[in-house]
């Protein structure tokens, strides 16, 4: 695979998500702009470093985030209904759940033994629980979804055995039904009981589903045109610059920008997919795949929620939504990956049997 093609994938996003911030909400494209430079010069340094040397970092930097939600518990803001921000210096607000799934996957991938061994996988798991919490706690059941399915699909990969694959299944299904009755707030299960009658209360849990789902329709095939968005523009689209900007882009670019943008995430989920699995170590496998999943799960529940196929979360949109913490957490991880694409040894693949 060509080493250019991921910066490149990324440099296209960047572009798509700018010109659509520039026309939604302007006051907040130069401020996404700078994030964006940033995670470049970030992302060239980073993919400099290998792989082996992020490993030994991985609990040094897992700590350090692990104290960052703390203190966003302690000591953080909120903004809206989810997640909790740190200032920093009153010129930044940084989201530390953003940080999570690039910390554990690093540590995760670095601990060696077989999961079959009890004491490996409460490691495992001891590793995953403690950011879920302090995320969940925040709260913000959508990042903490995100971060479990993207830190757990590891466990799955490695060489745990069906029975203990099994356990663990059936402990999440309990831990979901727990969480229904006991953790989620009344606003999160709303959001999941309206998406199932959503014609019942179009001005209240359902409004944002329904605004959305007008602006991306209205877009048709070609779109309104730049700048020409209605639902957007008329601010009848709620969080049009991060949670609703695809609907946002659809109205404006219509199906065939949409697709688009669907088709470079697809071509950059492959990329990924392909660099993890000529990696040379199952390390570097399981990081890629941890990312994989990520992009995945995301997009596919943002755009879901966009066009009214799955309940409101609050997940962005990575890479197009403002934002500057998932922004510069994002670009870390692909520098990552970038990093062990260009340390791939000619003719060697990881072979999984």
Not at 15 to 20: C, D, G, R, V
Not at 309 to 331: A, K, R
């Amino acid at each position: 695979m060509k080493r250019w093609l991921l910066p490149a994938l990324l440099l296209l996003l960047t572009l798509i998500s700018l010109l659509t911030l520039r026309s939604v909400v302007p006051e907040l494209a130069t401020q996404q702009a700078l994030f964006f430079v940033i995670g470049f010069s970030a992302f060239f340094l980073i993919s400099k470093v290998k792989f082996r040397q992020f490993q030994n970092l991985a609990w040094p930097i897992y700590i350090i985030v692990t104290l960052l939600l703390v203190t966003s518990y302690l000591y953080g803001f909120f903004s809206g209904k989810t997640g909790r921000w740190i200032p920093i210096l009153g010129l930044y607000n940084l989201q530390p759940s953003q940080l999570a799934i690039p910390a554990t996957a690093l540590v995760l991938s670095s601990i060696k033994g077989s999961l079959n061994r009890v004491v490996n996988l409460l490691k495992y798991l001891a590793v995953i629980a403690l950011p879920a919490v302090l995320i969940l706690i925040e709260p913000d059941l959508g990042t903490t979804l995100v971060y479990l399915i993207s830190t757990g699909i590891i466990i799955f990969l490695s060489d745990i055995s069906w029975k203990k694959i099994i356990s663990l299944i059936s402990i999440a299904i309990i831990g979901a039904i727990f969480s229904w009755f006991f953790v989620l707030k009344p606003y999160q299960k709303q959001r999941i009981t309206s998406f199932a009658d959503s014609s019942q209360d179009t001005r209240g849990s359902s409004y944002n589903a329904r605004q959305s789902l007008i602006a991306a329709g209205s877009g048709q095939l070609f779109g309104r045109g730049l700048g020409q968005g209605v639902q957007s523009h008329l601010k009848f689209l709620p969080e049009r610059q991060t949670d609703f900007i695809f609907a946002s882009l659809a109205e404006e670019f219509g199906f065939v920008g949409s697709m688009t943008v669907v088709l470079i995430y697809l071509f950059l989920i492959i990329s990924i997919l392909q660099i993890g699995l000529k990696s040379g170590s199952k390390a570097e496998y399981y990081f890629c795949i941890s990312l994989v999943t990520m992009f995945t799960f995301q997009v596919g529940i943002n755009i879901g929620m966009n066009i009214g196929l799955v309940p409101i979360t609050g997940l962005t949109l990575p890479l197009l939504s403002y934002g500057g913490s998932s922004l510069l957490s994002l670009m870390a991880m692909l520098a990552i990956v970038q990093s062990i694409s260009n340390n791939l040894k000619p003719q060697k693949s990881l072979h999984l049997s």
